[in-house]
């Protein structure tokens, strides 16, 4: 971590708590710019490039190993130009260079390592090295060396190697779309790519060698695929990998929350590092579980997980933070474990530190427990998920004893900007849970949220900014900003009513159309304003969050179930469909969102409207209520004030024509075809199950 006593170099004028933590190396860091670029080739110099990121372990570690060490600094200012760049803040950079790796039959990581010509075409790259030869990798001064050495001596054959490698990566983002849809097949190729990876033991996908990361995208695909074709195996899979996390160290049994991933396939050891993008996915998941399974386990983990996020990571400003450190006082993970002895001062029931796993010999470094609940041998979706009467209020007091000692430790640090696109996940999952507890808190935080965003991020033109912190806004979002908000703007238009919530869909949707459209079908991940990148990427890859583009098919479904007339929303789907074909035909384990998304074009869709003048609010969020309740993906629904319907029916064709009646009429449709409209819920039963 940054040493304070040395000279601060450019980065302690940025805003990035990643920059700021290089702010006193003696590496002679820049932010990506003009600078950078200019004196690199007036210099006639290397670029380094390093990518990473505030909680990002391995980058802590090389930060001490080489770039406080002054000999390495020594060579890294001599020979090249060091940039520093935070891969949350720009995600389309990072996916440029990421690739580029990946072409170099390199396996992508953080921090990712980059050398570049003058002109920011890539050379060579890999992720973390240590500062002498170990792990079987060469020590990184004598890749310093190497590289230095081969750019003074076969200058010509790198500079060609580097515009080859560009060519290649721009060609492989703009393909020929050929137009071939992929056929239903392939949702009953991806269910069976699950079941065959699936851990019946540990549960969770084995899709890795050694660790698990919360597949929280891929369970709410399986969850849909059960509500659509009746497999039980995928209510199984999702119900039982959902219970083993939640009882693993990946899950903090003390305060809430999931880590990034586990260190082992029994959930056990994790990563501690805390990110919002997996909280968010991870509480829709479970909201989208208890809706169809009426568990009330998993709706205890979900007031867990929110209780969490208001009380560690919410912002007195309105926005959401970033993440949280794997690492406290220099070690990993060293602020959620205990020693046996410690934590008997605080709980002695027996019953309890069995149920934590809790031994003098501990699970984890120098003796120290992760706490965790046993499953193994356990099928809880076959067995149900049972306690002793009495034992959840004992065991929520033992939570709040350790969660106030807890405090007292030095924390993790928190990493405090606000990413447009992770805040509107955590929009989606208050929505999730709004939807299926009814508890108007929730909805209310994710309106002070948006309205945040609305503030700072969000333009009157419908662009948008990406990050905000310590009063700066800045970088053009990327296409999950845009489409994330879009998202929420509809759905929040759906819970609450309000056509400020429409006619921001309206505008950013315009300003995406005009500033990321590819002529092959998806949306290119940057603005068309973006004037620093080699290449404009097109991505689907769901990764740690959704893609962009995936985010976008689900946005496709409901605008075109509501019958929106600016565009061909089914055509714009397809399109994207199309030209991930071969992906999602070969590697649809990687496309989770975006297969969800064409598994609901696959099915008919199914429209309820309500129309109403002069009603209680009780009554229209009854009405919701019950709408939510219906666990069916492929149905959309909307309910709207007779007025605000009037003025939307140029736009959403589902609304032309309907009218409140007497006071409130409903139209059950299929394929945006209605039945003669009903005028109260008693009638409407029968036909939605038509």
């Known amino acids: 971590m940054a040493n304070l006593s040395k000279k601060p170099n450019r980065l302690v004028h940025e805003k990035s708590p990643y920059l700021l933590q290089h702010a006193h190396n003696p590496v002679d860091w820049f932010p990506w710019g003009t600078e950078a670029f200019e004196k690199a080739k007036n210099e006639d110099k290397l670029i380094f490039l390093s990518i990473g990121y505030s909680t990002c372990h391995w980058c802590h570690v090389m930060e001490r190993e080489s770039f406080e060490d002054d000999?390495?600094?020594?060579?890294?200012?001599?020979?090249?130009?060091?940039?520093?760049?935070?891969?949350?803040?720009?995600?389309?950079?990072?996916?440029?260079?990421?690739?580029?790796?990946?072409?170099?039959?390199?396996?992508?990581?953080?921090?990712?390592?980059?050398?570049?010509?003058?002109?920011?075409?890539?050379?060579?790259?890999?992720?973390?090295?240590?500062?002498?030869?170990?792990?079987?990798?060469?020590?990184?001064?004598?890749?310093?060396?190497?590289?230095?050495?081969?750019?003074?001596?076969?200058?010509?054959?790198?500079?060609?190697?580097?515009?080859?490698?560009?060519?290649?990566?721009?060609?492989?983002?703009?393909?020929?779309?050929?137009?071939?849809?992929?056929?239903?097949?392939?949702?009953?190729?991806?269910?069976?790519?699950?079941?065959?990876?699936?851990?019946?033991?540990?549960?969770?996908?084995?899709?890795?060698?050694?660790?698990?990361?919360?597949?929280?995208?891929?369970?709410?695909?399986?969850?849909?695929?059960?509500l659509i074709h009746k497999d039980n195996r995928a209510l199984e899979m999702a119900f039982n990998t959902a219970y083993a996390m939640n009882c693993g160290g990946i899950y903090d049994q003390v305060g809430g929350g999931i880590c990034r991933y586990a260190t082992d396939h029994e959930w056990l050891v994790p990563h501690f590092e805390k990110m919002l993008y997996d909280n968010s996915l991870y509480v829709e998941t479970l909201a989208n579980l208890f809706q169809i399974t009426g568990e009330v386990y998993f709706l205890q983990v979900l007031e867990e997980m929110i209780q969490y996020i208001q009380r560690d990571m919410r912002l007195g400003i309105g926005g959401i933070a970033s993440a949280e450190d794997a690492d406290s006082e220099g070690l990993e993970g060293k602020f959620y474990v205990w020693k046996e002895d410690?934590?008997?001062?605080?709980?002695?029931?027996?019953?309890?530190?069995?149920?934590?796993?809790?031994?003098?010999?501990?699970?984890?470094?120098?003796?120290?427990?992760?706490?965790?609940?046993?499953?193994?041998?356990?099928?809880?979706?076959?067995d149900g998920i049972q306690f002793k009467d009495g034992f959840k209020e004992k065991l929520q007091k033992a939570k709040e004893i350790l969660l106030l000692e807890r405090q007292k430790r030095v924390r993790p640090l928190r990493d405090d900007k606000i990413l447009t696109s992770w805040n509107c996940l955590w929009i989606r999952a208050l929505l999730s849970s709004y939807e299926v507890t009814g508890e108007k808190t929730y909805l209310n935080q994710s309106k002070e949220i948006y309205e945040f965003l609305l503030k700072y991020l969000v333009k009157e033109d419908g662009s948008i900014l990406r990050r905000f912190r310590d009063g700066e806004t800045k970088y053009l979002g990327t296409l999950p900003d845009y489409a994330e908000f879009i998202?929420?703007?509809?759905?929040?238009?759906?819970?609450?009513?309000?056509?400020?919530?429409?006619?921001?869909?309206?505008?950013?949707?315009?300003?995406?159309?005009?500033?990321?459209?590819?002529?092959?079908?998806?949306?290119?991940?940057?603005?068309?304003?973006?004037?620093?990148?080699?290449?404009?990427?097109?991505?689907?890859?769901?990764?740690?969050?959704?893609?962009?583009?995936?985010?976008?098919?689900?946005?496709?479904?409901?605008?075109?179930?509501?019958?929106?007339?600016?565009?061909?929303?089914?055509?714009?789907?397809?399109?994207?469909?199309?030209?991930?074909?071969?992906?999602?035909?070969?590697?649809?384990?990687?496309?989770?969102?975006?297969?969800?998304?064409?598994?609901?074009?696959q099915t008919s869709s199914k429209e309820i409207l309500v129309v109403y003048r002069n009603q209680t609010e009780e009554k229209i969020n009854e009405i919701r209520r019950n709408l939510s309740k219906i666990n069916d993906p492929t149905l959309v629904w909307l309910v709207v004030e007779e007025t605000i319907g009037r003025s939307l029916e140029n736009v959403l064709t589902l609304l032309q024509g309907r009218d409140a009646g007497s006071g409130i009429r409903y139209y059950v449709c299929q394929n945006q075809s209605c039945e003669l409209p009903k005028d109260n819920w008693d009638e409407v039963i029968p036909l939605i199950s038509l």
């Open 487 to 601: 998202w929420v703007s509809l759905r929040l238009f759906q819970l609450d009513g309000n056509k400020i919530y429409f006619d921001y869909v309206l505008k950013v949707f315009q300003y995406l159309e005009s500033h990321f459209s590819s002529d092959v079908g998806p949306y290119f991940e940057s603005c068309d304003k973006n004037e620093d990148l080699i290449v404009r990427t097109l991505e689907g890859y769901d990764g740690v969050e959704p893609s962009g583009n995936s985010t976008m098919c689900h946005v496709f479904y409901l605008l075109h179930s509501l019958g929106f007339t600016h565009g061909e929303m089914e055509k714009k789907a397809n399109s994207i469909f199309s030209y991930f074909l071969p992906e999602l035909t070969q590697n649809s384990l990687s496309y989770p969102s975006m297969i969800s998304a064409f598994q609901k074009f």
């Open 71 to 226: 000999s390495t600094a020594e060579v890294l200012n001599r020979d090249f130009v060091c940039i520093k760049l935070d891969r949350e803040e720009r995600p389309d950079i990072d996916k440029i260079y990421m690739d580029a790796l990946h072409a170099m039959g390199t396996q992508g990581g953080w921090p990712l390592n980059m050398f570049l010509t003058p002109e920011k075409e890539p050379i060579l790259g890999g992720t973390y090295f240590p500062k002498e030869n170990r792990y079987g990798k060469r020590g990184f001064k004598e890749v310093l060396k190497l590289v230095t050495q081969t750019w003074k001596n076969q200058r010509g054959e790198l500079i060609q190697a580097a515009k080859d490698l560009t060519t290649y990566l721009k060609d492989n983002e703009t393909r020929t779309n050929h137009g071939k849809v992929p056929g239903t097949e392939i949702l009953t190729e991806n269910f069976n790519r699950y079941w065959k990876v699936y851990d019946k033991e540990f549960f969770g996908f084995k899709t890795n060698s050694v660790n698990k990361f919360p597949p929280s995208m891929a369970l709410n695909f399986l969850l849909d695929y059960y």
């Open 342 to 382: 410690e934590i008997r001062t605080h709980i002695t029931d027996e019953e309890i530190l069995g149920f934590w796993n809790v031994t003098e010999e501990g699970n984890f470094e120098d003796h120290q427990n992760i706490l965790n609940v046993y499953f193994k041998g356990k099928n809880p979706y076959l």
